[in-house]
């Protein structure tokens, strides 16, 4: 039977080397609504841990919604950490505001404009009311935007049992609530700072109006299954006119490989991965028509990974999911960049010989996708800096790559991956070759669209495409059935 949030025992606190024994795990509402609201948020959750006293174990999606009470106001994103804290009730109360004030909060009126708001939910199983703080917090019960994200983290939990309000979990409290005329949807931030990229698109999964975005391939590898050779070794100018080219046909991110992970691909060092992709970058980066252009980098190593953000990437798109590299996860959250992790057995040396799946391919890929993002969480990455990719072709059959694209929905609502966004990569591979008898991979381009037809159709928000022109009118068309 679900219970109430209680305090941690002894043997399961990990990692808290200056806690003493009776640290308390609590929830805390996130919420800004002026400014760089991601940013702000994520700045507030490096304060906090910078005490010393407070450890963010997992944060929610960020969902974004109108303003309550106050209307006359931008829209707001919010929210919720769990944490651990060996702080009482008051000094985190106190802890918390003074995280607020250093970062400039200036309240207006009540329930108005803020850049920060930091609210304690839940402390343990304490109950607790006075002028300054009332645990669990007064209003949480009639507010979707706090109840969604607390739901991400703790569905099955009652609220404390000396507390006057109802003792149902707080998924039945979410689900009791009145349907929005819209939808509230949770967003995932591309740019590492919206304030530098104003313009850069997020992706909003339950935006039933939302457009799917384009990912635009660029191997600089001389062996890529489909285009090896093509981009590799590219003089600047002859970059700068195929950037061009891909803005022009529809590209909104750009996805930058230089290692290839077809099956037994040579692997190059990370000293020559990054000497493909330097020079790549910086020419993409000295474009004015690239600024609010996501860039990707395709790869598995945390080295690469960080030399890439440092240099201007935004987003590491990872086959692996951090299994390659035990210091991918790490070095992400520190970047503080946007990551993809890809579903992926074994290394695309012997992928191909483990797909095996007993509960079935949509089970199998759901179970190991939450174990990578609770990896994820564990190393410090928010829950709103990942896109998920179901990997097809990687670790899959045939049969079980179009049971992929048949099922992406049941993906999407896997418990426990609700709200995510999902990149869909499809384009030329083996299967549509062998499925249309067209061998020579950049003849693909028929089933690639047909593919990417039914990833809009059960709900992908990025198409990872080589041929972009073709695919961004497939996708046009696609999201004017689907997304309505």
Known sequence: ??????????????????????????????????????????????????????????????????????????????????????????????????????????????????????????????????????????????????????????????????????????????????????????LTPLALSQSSTPDMPTLTPYSPSRRTLIMSILNLTPDSFSDGGRHFNLPPSTLMQTIHSHLASGAHILDLGGQSTRPHAPQVSAEEELSRLLPALKTITSLAETRNTAISIDTYRASVARAAVQAGAHIINDVSAGLLDPDMLPTVAELGCTICL???????????????????VIHGIGRELLDRVREAEKAGIRRWRIILDPGIGFAKTQDQNLEVLRRLDDLRRYPGLEGFPWLIGTSRKAFIGRITGVEEARERTWGTAAAVTAAVQGGADVVRVHDVGEMAKVVSMADAIWRV
């Not at 039977?1 to 996130?30: E, V």
């Not at 985190?92 to 009126?109: C, P, S, W």
């Open 1 to 186: 039977m679900p219970g109430p949030i209680s305090p941690i025992p002894q043997r399961q606190i990990r990692n808290f080397h200056a806690f003493p024994a009776m640290a308390q795990r609590a929830y805390i509402a996130l919420g800004s609504n002026l400014g760089d609201r991601v940013t702000a948020i994520e700045k507030a959750l490096r304060h906090m841990e910078a005490g010393g006293n407070i450890k963010v174990l997992r944060t929610s999606s960020l969902w974004e919604t109108q303003a309550m009470y106050v209307l006359d106001q931008n829209k707001f994103i919010n929210g919720v950490c769990e944490i651990e804290t060996t702080l009482p009730p008051m000094q985190l109360l106190d802890e918390l505001q003074a995280i607020e004030n250093k970062m400039g909060r200036v309240k207006v009126i009540d329930k108005g404009p803020r850049n920060i708001d930091l609210d304690i939910l839940l402390y343990g199983d304490h109950v607790l009311s006075n002028e300054r703080l009332q645990i669990p917090h007064k209003l949480m019960l009639e507010r979707e935007f706090v109840l969604r994200p607390l739901c991400e983290l703790i569905p099955q939990a009652t609220l404390p049992p000396q507390s006057s309000l109802p003792r149902t979990t707080l998924q039945e409290h979410l689900s009791a609530l009145p349907p929005q005329e819209t939808p509230i949807s949770p």
């Open 342 to 360: 890809m579903h992926m057995r074994g290394n695309p040396d012997t992928m191909n010989d483990l797909t095996s799946y007993p509960d079935g």
